[in-house]
């Protein structure tokens, strides 16, 4: 027996968080803790993470007593590099908390899933924002749910609460009043294939000062080869082979996002939006982080025009 369970596939995580929530002492923080710990394994399952199978073998990375490998291939500002297999490579938990100031009235994330990336924010910001509120939403039940589980185990903390919320029909009725607030969105904008502008317009509603994040699969949309590929149906079928230390390959980046339909045109309707008026973009991070190498994560940050 190891101190690692079976890594929890997407469908039985409510079961999972619901046994670990019930355990004594139990935190979010904990929680998710275990939760990305046991997830590891992951990285060496299936066919989309073969390349870490063989680059283990290859590279003769050193293993955990089950034989899982201690290290594994991340995009990481634009490279695919080497990092401890536990590693969490992404940024978006400190971009966000970067922004959130003593103006800053809330943090609201657009598709949270189970909420971790909040209840992280929450125990990095609460000593110094004690009034910050904190909103997740998302259009899962099943997440909600885990959200509201994860939330009860810490009752004496600032509260998040949860609102159901669907990125192509958005209401922003549960922040009414808030007129300064940082929205982020994680990997969640990528299951929308075809999202409209009325997301952005509708932030640009709801809050007179804001920021938004976002850390989505997209860079490879900024790429306009690849983008025009995939528009005319052209996208090549034999994926490209990520190679460890060289850059993040635009097609490689376009595979998991194109094969399952995800997101198709973030940037071209931020890109749009631009050239509106409406909207100004202040950066673009490419390929900065991701915990797959097929999907890996781009940082995008824009505000009211
Ligand atoms: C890969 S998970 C990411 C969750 C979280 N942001 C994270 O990084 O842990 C994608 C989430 O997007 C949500 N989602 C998918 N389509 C959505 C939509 N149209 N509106 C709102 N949320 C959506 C899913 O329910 C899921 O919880």
Known sequence: MTSRAASPSRLDVAAYVAELAAQPGMTASRLF???????AA????GEK????????????WPKFQDGMPMYRLTPVNGFNVIVPVHANTETIVATVADRIGPDT???????????RHLFDIRDLVEHRFPHLKYFGTDISDVDLG??????ALEPVRAAITFHKFDHLAPDFSFMTGLKNVVFFTCHTIEQVTTITDKLFLGMLAAAETFVCIHEEPVGWQLNDEVLAAVQNNAFPTTPRIVKPFQPV???AAAATPVGSRWNLNLVPVLRD???????????????????HLYNPTTRIVWTRA
Not at 33 to 39: A, E, S, V
């Open 146 to 151: 885990i959200c509201r589980q994860v939330a």
């Open 105 to 115: 009235q809330a943090v609201i994330e657009l598709g949270c899933g189970p909420g």
């Open 49 to 60: 993470n073969a390349v870490n199978r063989v680059a283990a073998e290859k590279l003769g």
């Open 249 to 251: 390959d635009d097609y």
């Open 42 to 45: 992951s990285e060496f399952e």
């Open 33 to 39: 803790r275990i939760l990305m710990h046991d997830w």
């Open 273 to 291: 939006l631009v050239a509106q008026g409406k909207i100004k973009i202040e950066r673009v991070d490419k390929h900065c982080s991701g915990m």
